[in-house]
Nanobody
């Protein structure tokens, strides 16, 4: 069984910063792509940023230049550094990992979500 546990959300003023973390645990052979998604009230879940096993990154246009995704393979952890936060960044943020497990199948796992609120 694989679990993803997120941390780092909270309330921050506009222009502030937060760092989200998501750590995987369980029976894991390898972790391929990792990513962060977010869902604001009344809106669909959207991709914020992703990083491949080779550390190639991809960002939504709305966060380019402000957010940075990174990974620590030894810790099985993905991070999202969020700077210059705006009220429109307010959402529940979910991490996602594409994981190969001992039976050699690959599955997509999600974290439980962490609330990020940007408000003065």
């Amino acid at each position: 069984q694989v679990q993803l546990v997120e941390s780092g959300g909270g309330l921050v003023q506009p222009g502030g910063s937060l760092r989200l973390s998501c750590a995987a645990s369980g029976s894991i052979i390898s972790i391929n792509d990792m990513g962060w998604y977010r869902q604001a009230p009344g809106k669909q879940r959207e991709l914020v940023a992703s990083i491949t096993s080779g550390s190639s990154t991809n960002y939504a246009d709305s966060v380019k230049g402000r957010f940075t995704i990174s990974r620590d393979n030894a810790k099985r952890t993905v991070y999202l550094q969020m700077n210059s936060l705006k009220p429109e960044d307010t959402a529940v943020y979910y991490c996602q990992m594409v994981v190969t497990v001992p039976n050699r199948y690959t599955y997509i796992y999600w974290g439980q979500g962490t609330q990020v609120t940007v408000s003065s």
